[in-house]
């Protein structure tokens, strides 16, 4: 795997997000386009936890210490716990372009890290820092 070369999507990923999700009205991310559906607040939401939480906690964690699994994540349940419908879309927005950032720095800061390194999940088996 070409790590650079993901890295640097995962850079330019975060001005796509962005562009996509910039100047949208307040009738556009409370829209759900069916009954049980994530609304685009909730997505914004979603993707700054997933960032942090998952992404590069998760990666970090098999880069630093296979002796336990990474923390659990719970992202449907973040929904309600984290009250995304209360959240000011636009600043979750701008939070998540700035952990998306933060990840890049990371990643692009890192000497020689063991990609290869993994844990096992009790469901999926082998899970390298790699596939994170």
């Avoid at 759900?32 to 964690?61: M, N, S």
């Avoid at 990474?70 to 349940?77: C, L, N, Q, R, V």
Wanted: one cysteine or more.
């Amino acid at each position: 795997m070409e790590h650079k070369y993901v890295i640097d999507r995962l850079s330019q990923n975060r001005n796509i997000f962005r562009d996509l999700l910039s100047g949208v009205s307040e009738n556009e991310y409370v829209w759900r386009p069916g009954p049980g559906k994530w609304c685009l607040l909730e997505i914004v939401c979603h993707l700054y936890d997933e960032e942090q939480y998952d992404f590069r906690a998760r990666t970090k964690h098999t880069l630093d210490n296979l002796k336990t699994n990474p923390p659990a994540i719970h992202p449907d349940d973040w929904v309600k716990s984290k009250k995304y419908m209360e959240q000011d879309y636009e600043e979750m927005l701008n939070i998540f372009l700035d952990e998306r950032k933060k990840s890049v720095e990371w990643l692009n800061g890192l000497e020689k890290p063991g990609w290869k390194n993994e844990y096992i999940h009790p469901e999926f088996g082998g899970t390298s820092a790699e596939l994170f």
